[in-house]
Structure formats: structure tokens, C-alpha cells
């Protein structure tokens, strides 16, 4: 089987809401690229990928003299054609090779009529838990609804997605607001839900002095973990050291050479996989084995996706014995999807791994041309500027606090 054409179309989908983070907003809609790989046997796979409010088109284009003729089923040989790890230092293509495995993994799932998860062990669970991820918010443009700011419509909020999803386990995505106020937030989250669990992430903006702080306050809440609490896998240690809590990251073990030092230094205890940062399915799997053999829990990560990126998700869920944790989606945030039957639907917190030959989703035609149409009225956004402080970034650890207005 050979790849004949790579075809790559950018779009962008609404949020209910604009997202702030630590390091700024997601201006009210997600930017993603979606690739198509076609092979001479006509089977086409689908890819996803993302890029701060950007479009990653351009970079799929250049590509094209890599996959044009490669075998889809030999995805090894492709990974070191595309990044090599030295000659990679030049151009990081990781995300943009995640991007072609899972559609190459789509490929050899339709060729043998079988979904992603038997091409790796078969499944061990038929739905994955997810999180509750809250954002403080921005009312939306046009609706003037979904703000955020206070413990009073955070608890609302999560109250409404419980109702809504399902969830058990809330994470809120803090690093916006002082984390003395921040805390008087998630503790009021605790108090509405006193049942369910909770984690916090501010995306590494606290001092370890902070950070320690605020994890000794929360100690009576049912806490899965302290997420990204403060920068590096010292900061990390130390935090493990003396708050005796489990930690976590997505930022400071993203690839085998950090996951080995961590396993030296013993300072996270969760891994958070994401299958688009740590190059595709198949790393995640590799790196959750590593996990296994050294005790360390993995968890499903997001980066914002659609749900081509949310099957690559479930897929990953659904094979890994040692998934400790529920997994974290932007998905909910969302207004639409581009995949044929709209979004997918959360039952008691928890999404179907999908069944169907391949990643199981297909391309909702009409939905990709609407969107890609909407991305060219709109454009990009800068995912790491906050629209409402356009002079304003963090710095880290970071002192430059969104005013409490
Ligand atoms: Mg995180």
C-alpha cells in the first residue's frame, strides 16, 4: 500500500465561551488542521492536529516529499523519516508526525477491518472516565453568556456539567487569578461536591513556596493530584517532598529522555499522556509501559481537540491497563464538531471508545467546509495573548495577576 496525496484543511470551531489560562485565552473557538491521507487502494485516514490558534497547514504541505509513495503500514520507518531525533532538532516535527500516525493508524484499522485499539492489545475497558475541566471564562461575544470569574458561577458552572455529563472528577485550569483567590475558588468547588474529586492545574506559574501552601490547604479535599504546580521537575520535587502528595505534569515529562530523569529524580507521580505532544498513540504506549514497570500512574491529556483528536484519545484510554486517573478533554467546551454525528455524547462522566475499523469517526463533509469557511472569515489567534490585556504575558513564576474586577 502506498500514501498518494495528503490533503490538509484547516478549520475552526466555536467555544461556548472564551477559556483563560495561565499564559493567555482561547479566543472563543479552537483553530485545528485536519489532514487526510489517501492511498493507492483508495482508503483514506484521518489526522488532527492542533497549534496555539494556528494553522498547521502549511507545515502538512511541506511534508508531502516524505509521505508521497511511503507505506502507511510502516510507521517506525516513517517516524525516524520525518524526525529523526537529531536531524529533528532543526524542525520539530512530533506533533506534526502524531498527526499522520493516527492517520496512518486509521489506514491499516480500515485495511484490516478492524478499530485502533486491536491494533494494540485489544481493549481492557469499553468507555473512558473523563474530567470536568472548568476554565475561568470570558462571556461569549454574541451570547454574553458562560463568564466565569467568581466562586459563585464556578460552582454554578460545575454543578451545570455534572448535571449536563456526569462528571465525578473536576479539574479547574487555574494560573489566571492570585492563587489566594484561586484557592477560595476551588475550595468552594469542594465544598458544593464534597463526593467527587478534584485536581488543580495552574500551568507551573506558582513558586514552590505557593504552591506548597496551596496544596496544604486543600488536603481535605479528595485530590486526585497536583497538576503542574510549579515549573520543572526539581520545583516538582520539591512540592512531592513536602506537601506528601501525588503530583502530575504535562509540561516537564513530554518525551522519553524526560521520563527517564523523572524516574531518576522520583518527582511526579502521574504522567499525563497527550497523544498529540508525545508524537502519537503508539508513544503514549510505550511511555504508560514505562509508567507501569516503575509504579508511575498516566492519565489522558488534553490539548484542545475535535474528535478526531478525541478518538485518538479513547483509543489510548482504552488500551492501558495502568490508566489511573479520569481523563481531561476541552471537548465539552465545544459547539460543534466536525465528525459525522455531531459531538459525542458523555454518559455518567464517561465517553464510548468508538468501534468502528480504524480511529471509528469519519469527516462530517459539510461540517469540515463550514468551519474551514469560518476559519477563513475568522483566521488565527494567538492562544498564549489574552484578547481583553493585549500588552500583558507571565512571566515565571509569575506575579502579573488578571486584576479581580
Ligand atoms: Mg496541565
Known amino acids: 500500500m502506498k500514501i498518494v496525496d495528503v490533503k490538509v484543511t484547516t478549520v475552526t470551531v466555536p467555544l461556548v465561551a472564551p477559556l483563560r489560562h495561565a499564559s493567555g485565552t482561547h479566543w472563543g473557538r479552537f483553530v485545528r488542521t485536519i489532514i487526510e491521507i489517501e492511498t493507492d487502494e483508495g482508503i483514506v485516514g484521518i489526522g488532527e492536529m492542533g497549534g496555539g490558534g494556528e494553522s498547521a497547514e502549511l507545515a502538512f504541505q511541506n511534508l508531502r516529499q516524505y509521505l508521497i509513495g511511503a507505506n502507511p503500514f510502516?510507521?517506525?520507518?516513517?517516524?525516524?523519516?520525518?524526525?529523526?531525533?537529531?536531524?529533528?532538532?532543526?524542525?520539530?516535527?512530533?506533533?506534526?508526525?502524531?498527526?499522520?500516525?493516527?492517520?496512518?493508524?486509521?489506514i491499516i484499522g480500515k485495511k484490516l477491518s478492524v478499530p485502533v485499539y486491536d491494533l494494540f492489545g485489544g481493549k481492557v475497558r469499553d468507555e473512558v472516565d473523563f474530567a470536568s475541566y472548568l476554565f475561568f471564562r470570558y462571556p461569549d461575544d454574541k451570547t454574553k453568556k458562560g463568564e466565569v470569574k467568581n466562586a459563585e458561577q464556578?460552582?454554578?458552572?460545575?454543578?451545570?456539567?455534572?448535571?449536563?455529563?456526569?462528571?465525578?472528577?473536576?479539574?479547574?485550569?487555574?494560573?489566571?487569578?492570585?492563587?489566594?483567590?484561586?484557592?477560595?475558588?476551588?475550595?468552594?468547588?469542594?465544598?458544593?461536591?464534597?463526593?467527587?474529586?478534584?485536581?488543580?492545574?495552574?500551568?507551573?506559574?506558582?513558586?514552590?513556596?505557593?504552591?506548597?501552601?496551596?496544596?496544604?490547604?486543600?488536603?481535605?479535599?479528595r485530590i486526585d493530584y497536583l497538576e503542574d504546580f510549579t515549573w520543572g521537575l526539581d520545583g516538582m520535587k520539591r512540592l512531592r517532598d513536602i506537601a506528601q502528595m501525588q503530583t502530575a505534569t504535562n509540561t516537564v515529562v513530554v518525551n522519553f529522555e524526560q521520563l527517564a530523569q523523572n524516574i531518576h529524580l522520583r518527582s511526579i507521580d502521574v504522567i499525563l499522556l497527550d497523544t498529540t505532544f508525545w508524537g502519537g498513540i503508539r508513544a503514549c504506549i510505550k511511555a504508560a509501559g514505562v509508567c507501569?514497570?516503575?509504579?508511575?500512574?498516566?492519565?489522558?491529556?488534553?490539548?484542545?481537540?475535535?474528535?478526531?483528536?478525541?478518538?485518538?484519545?479513547?483509543?489510548?484510554?482504552?488500551?492501558?491497563?495502568?490508566?489511573?486517573?479520569?481523563?481531561?478533554?476541552?471537548?465539552?467546551?465545544?459547539?460543534?464538531?466536525?465528525?459525522?454525528?455531531?459531538?459525542?455524547?458523555?454518559?455518567?462522566?464517561?465517553?464510548?471508545?468508538?468501534?468502528?475499523?480504524?480511529?471509528?469517526?469519519?469527516?462530517?463533509?459539510?461540517?469540515?467546509?463550514?468551519?474551514?469557511?469560518?476559519?477563513k472569515e475568522l483566521g488565527s489567534y494567538p492562544y498564549d495573548k489574552d484578547p481583553m490585556r493585549p500588552d500583558w504575558f507571565p512571566i515565571s513564576p509569575n506575579d502579573r495577576w488578571a486584576p479581580i474586577l
Open 74 to 106: 510502516n510507521l517506525e520507518d516513517l517516524r525516524f523519516k520525518i524526525c529523526n531525533p537529531t536531524a529533528s532538532l532543526y524542525n520539530n516535527r512530533t506533533q506534526l508526525f502524531a498527526a499522520i500516525e493516527f492517520a496512518c493508524l486509521d
Open 154 to 221: 464556578l460552582v454554578q458552572y460545575a454543578l451545570n456539567l455534572k448535571k449536563e455529563c456526569g462528571f465525578t472528577t473536576h479539574k479547574l485550569k487555574g494560573g489566571v487569578f492570585h492563587p489566594d483567590y484561586e484557592l477560595e475558588c476551588f475550595l468552594a468547588l469542594g465544598d458544593a461536591l464534597p463526593k467527587d474529586r478534584f485536581r488543580y492545574d495552574p500551568n507551573a506559574t506558582l513558586t514552590v513556596t505557593q504552591s506548597i501552601e496551596f496544596a496544604q490547604a486543600i488536603k481535605g479535599m
Open 292 to 375: 507501569e514497570t516503575f509504579q508511575l500512574g498516566v492519565a489522558v491529556h488534553s490539548s484542545g481537540e475535535l474528535g478526531i483528536q478525541l478518538a485518538t484519545m479513547l483509543h489510548l484510554g482504552a488500551v492501558l491497563p495502568n490508566l489511573s486517573n479520569a481523563a481531561d478533554a476541552h471537548y465539552h467546551h465545544l459547539t460543534d464538531d466536525i465528525i459525522v454525528g455531531g459531538l459525542m455524547k458523555y454518559e455518567n462522566g464517561k465517553l464510548k471508545v468508538p468501534t468502528g475499523p480504524g480511529l471509528g469517526v469519519e469527516i462530517d463533509r459539510e461540517k469540515l467546509n463550514k468551519y474551514a469557511e469560518l476559519y
